[in-house]
């Protein structure tokens, strides 16, 4: 009997996630946040039922009933962050807290497979972090002199990393994280954000040769304090925003070729000068010769990942912990070997469907500070994705940086969940910038009404302005 | 200013969009190669020592049976009623390469078929009935495409010899037998494994069909005569040669077998009696450079289209290969080393018109209840030679049956094709490895066999009364 429902829970698993898959791109047939209101209690449904059918599997072949009072606990709360998150600011994109809801769904449930005293803890540090993230969109929405405040976020991002270089302990190799009372803390991960900032609002005005020369030496001391600390992932994601960010606020591809060409020099010396940096890439083109040092993590990995099939061995079924961090670095292999690579994919077109969201959210944008935030904070993220799962199934070198909101750890949740408030908010400046722009078209109708030869000269300026308006929404 | 505004937003929009499709695209190239890696490479990476999840199937499925192709039991796990579980291989040695052994690392067909052996594809209801009693589940069986009756024909003609046969099927590459000696009893590998990896002057363990590295003395001139009437296409039929035992340029001298002198012969008859002085002359006429590439189409120094366990065929034709090289090249003697199961495959490729089927050996997978998980159906690796070639090469060789070194195999109820070699592999003594690689019947090839027989004396002598056994167990049946 238990059987029965374990193997066929495996398909009906798989399907449902297909779906949700499905849903998050079907959301971009419409253009008004209004007309996809269907589709996200689909979404809902959806990720009720997938989060189930896991708990209800785990309770199966474990047959341990405890294991549903912590499903039940993980429900309520993301239940309640997709409804609260909509009550309160009915002006958010949906698409974005679905999403976010369905990934710490996955990862609530990978995590209590693994270790059910991790999942616990992160769960605690998910709720937590999901209270503190219900706020942000409110302060990003008011607080205008954000965008102002440029060399405090680089005064802080900077001070934050050379503290952990000075003070931070050694974890696995790494100079990375400190601990204050008790709590252990991975600055890194929420300078990714400050960054943003920092980028966003030194260029959002002026873009002068002058204004990317100062940026791209602020830019370059994150990134060097990162590759002496060793934390090479978290280096190579402040070096592809930032050029990226500076491509979309100059429009220049100069830059990027620029970018392209010091980075590639950058990883070139890299490469010569640090012993770890070569391991790496030695393990990333051979990981079969030397399976009993440098390469044990990959092949663990890739064995994981190519004894799965597509629809995976059922959970509890495979063997995940076999592979050296896996709740942290190999979390998407561990996904790939019990759900699937079927649901292992569809996770990644969810992770996709964030980003493109955060691109259109980012192109919507009228004022070019917040255009820039949503971009950085867009890019920030599909490239750690990026960097993680491509590192764990050997198409790129290891870097050993996290899955956002399904690896454990606590940082990277909150720093993730805080980046996606943030969105949150903008999409509320967003809503009130096209506010705007139709209480000015309703003036130019006016105006139109009130006939009268004093105000032709008026109409023929905004009849021009509308044109513009107008051609400018069916670019977008 | 509010235009110039708007043309910015423009720019930056097409910037953002073109950031957004690069990490699309990157995606997707990154979706489809995790894909693609782990469907190519899911039995590799099961089989890996390295992987546990091995040992977790184990655990959970009794390894499946392997069974012969008239559904004869060839390896079977017996469970005792303490649950304690012993391989059986009721042939005891006669399958001991082919079908091979699965502790101690595993060889033949216990390794190649082991992702399925290890995998239970049995149905639900099974599963759940065995998980009732408690007892593990089924693992799926192996079907091989081995004729036991061949396999012993073959085993008994070799006798107290050393060396190995392969019999398969041209059209198809089915391996029908493969036999090599001496071999050892899969049933007490247990106990004998010791005794057997430290014993390195006979190579038991080594299975000489695949893995044995051979000189192929004459059967290589095969490849001498294609490059021939590759380079002559016109005139190779014109070719006359005065033989007079021996042959002779500067230093070097070819001696044809034994001393024989073979007097005027022309390119068929050269092959069919096996002339060594006038093959070492062909062998000085030809271009190196093109001999080397016919040499590796021909799958020389490259990697052979085969999952068992297998050395490469190696030969050494260059620019800097002297005059001797050539000679010595040409006759199959010299630095050249090849497999039979090479041998093997070029004979096929002849057979099959020019075109070489990959040679396989699991034929189907089939769960508890005989459900077919998979089937596995012929598929030809490339064409090696052309169909003009391949038919004047089949011309050739049916002269070797008819007048030359194989006439054992004359006047029989099929006709048959082939070639003999008498390969000498010790410089001082005369003794040679007999050999023998052919095909029937001639018009629509069945069946083909492959015969090294070590240090037996001539090809002709020792390897084709052999071949004649199984080409008759063959047809009796048929």
């Known amino acids: 009997m238990e059987l029965y429902i374990t193997e066929i829970s495996k398909y009906v698993i798989a399907l449902l996630m297909a779906l949700y898959a499905y849903e998050s791109f079907a959301v971009f047939r419409f253009r008004e946040e209004e007309r996809r209101g269907g589709i996200y209690t689909r979404q809902n449904l959806l990720m009720l039922a997938v989060h189930f059918s896991c708990f209800m599997v785990i309770c199966f072949e474990t047959g341990d009933i405890s294991y549903l009072f912590f499903y039940i606990f993980q429900q309520i709360v993301l239940f309640a962050t997709a409804v609260l998150f909509h009550m309160i600011y009915p002006e958010t994109n949906r698409l974005i807290v679905n999403n976010m809801c369905m990934l710490l769904s996955i990862g609530f449930v990978i995590l209590t497979r693994l270790s059910y005293e991790k999942a616990v803890k992160q769960f605690v540090i998910v709720a937590v972090s999901i209270a503190v993230a219900m706020v942000i969109p409110f302060f990003i929405h008011k607080l205008k002199f954000l965008k102002k405040l440029k060399w405090f976020y680089a005064l802080a991002g900077i001070g934050a990393l050379g503290i952990v270089l000075i003070l931070g302990a050694y974890t696995y190799g790494s100079k990375i994280s400190y601990s204050i009372g008790g709590i252990t803390f991975q600055p890194s991960e929420f300078v990714k954000i400050i960054f943003v900032f920092f980028v966003a609002s030194a260029l959002h005005e002026s873009t002068g040769f002058l204004d990317v020369f100062t940026t791209a030496v602020i830019a370059g001391v994150h990134v060097i304090i990162l590759v002496v600390s060793k934390d090479l992932g978290s280096a190579l994601i402040f070096f592809v925003v930032y050029v990226l960010m500076v491509f979309v606020a100059t429009k220049n591809p100069l830059y990027l070729l620029a970018g392209a060409a010091g980075g590639s020099g950058a990883a070139v010396i890299a490469y010569r000068v640090f012993s770890h940096v070569q391991v790496r890439v030695q393990a990333w083109k051979d990981p079969w010769s030397e399976i009993d040092s440098a390469g044990y993590q990959i092949t663990q990995s890739l064995f994981a990942i190519g004894s799965g099939g597509w629809f995976g061995m059922g959970l509890f079924e495979g063997t995940p912990e076999s592979i050296p961090f896996v709740e942290a670095d190999f979390i998407f292999s561990a996904v790939a070997e019990e759900l699937g690579i079927l649901f292992a994919m569809c996770m990644i077109l969810v992770c996709i469907s964030c980003f493109v969201m955060f691109m259109d959210i980012s192109m919507r944008l009228h004022d070019s500070f917040y255009r820039l935030i949503a971009f950085g904070l867009g890019v920030t993220y599909i490239f750690q994705v990026f960097l993680t799962i491509g590192g764990g199934s050997k198409f790129i070198p290891l870097t050993g940086v996290t899955l956002p909101l399904i690896s454990y750890g606590g940082s990277s949740v909150l720093t993730t969940l805080i980046m996606f408030s943030i969105i949150e908010g903008l999409c509320m400046i967003k809503e009130e910038e096209q506010e705007e722009l139709t209480i000015t078209k309703k003036r130019g109708k006016k105006a139109v009404i009130e006939d009268g030869p004093a105000m032709k000269k008026a109409r023929k300026k905004r009849g021009k302005s509308r044109e513009n308006e107008e051609s400018d929404e069916v670019i977008e | ?478």
């Open chain 2, 1 to 478: 200013m509010k235009k110039r505004k708007k043309q910015k937003k423009k720019q930056m929009n097409m910037a953002i969009l073109s950031v957004t499709y690069l990490f699309v695209a990157v995606f997707l190239g990154m979706m489809f190669y995790i894909c693609h890696y782990s469907v190519t490479h899911q039995q590799e990476l099961i089989n890996n020592s390295y992987n546990g999840r091995q040992q977790m199937l184990i655990a959970k499925n009794v390894r499946g049976k392997i069974y012969g192709g008239g559904g004869e039991i060839l390896a079977q796990t017996i469970t005792d009623e303490n649950g304690n579980e012993e391989r059986s291989y009721p042939y005891g040695n006669l399958f001991a390469h082919t079908v091979g052994y699965s502790t101690h690392g595993r060889a033949g067909v216990e390794a190649l078929g082991n992702y399925y052996l290890i995998h239970s594809n049995a149905p639900l209801s099974e599963k759940v009935s065995n998980d009732v009693e408690g007892i593990k589940y089924p693992g799926d069986d192996v079907y091989t495409t081995l004729d036991v009756n061949l396999q012993e024909v073959a085993n008994h003609a070799m006798g107290i010899y050393r060396g190995a046969i392969i019999v398969s099927e041209p059209s198809t590459g089915k391996i029908l037998a493969m036999v090599s000696k001496p071999d050892y009893d899969p049933n007490q590998i247990e106990e004998l494994w010791d005794g057997l990896v430290k014993d390195t002057e006979s190579g038991i363990l080594l299975n000489r069909a695949t893995q044995g590295l051979y000189p192929p003395g004459s059967t290589f001139k095969i490849l001498t005569a294609l490059e021939y009437m590759k380079e002559n296409p016109d005139t190779y039929r014109n070719y006359q040669f005065q033989c007079g035992g021996s042959f002779t340029s500067g230093t070097d001298r070819i001696n044809c077998y034994h001393g024989q002198s073979h007097g005027s012969v022309n390119f068929s008859s050269s092959f069919a009696k096996s002339c060594n002085a006038s093959f070492a002359n062909i062998g000085l006429q030809l271009d190196k450079a093109k001999f080397a590439d016919t040499l590796e189409e021909l799958l020389f120094n490259e990697e052979l289209p085969l999952e068992i366990i297998h050395n490469n065929s190696h030969v050494e034709v260059n620019q800097d290969s002297t005059d001797g090289d050539m000679m010595q090249v040409s006759i199959g003697q010299g630095t050249t080393g090849m497999t039979p199961m090479h041998l093997n495959m070029i004979t096929n490729a002849i057979a099959n018109e020019g075109t070489l089927m990959k040679p396989y050996i699991v034929d189907r997978v089939e769960n508890s209840t005989g459900t077919v998980i998979k089937q596995f159906s012929p598929s030809s690796y490339k064409r090696l030679i052309s169909q003009q070639e391949a038919e004047s090469l089949k011309e050739l060789m049916r002269g070797v049956v008819e007048e030359g070194t194989a006439r054992k195999l004359k006047g029989l109820s099929y006709t048959a094709a082939g070639k003999t070699g008498s390969a000498e592999y010790n410089s001082i003594k005369e003794d040679s490895h007999a050999w023998f690689t052919g095909f029937a019947p001639a018009d629509n090839p069945q069946i083909s066999v492959t015969i090294i027989i070590e240090g037996a004396g001539s090809g002709g002598d020792f390897a084709v009364p052999i071949a004649r056994r199984i080409f008759d167990a063959y047809f009796e049946t048929r």
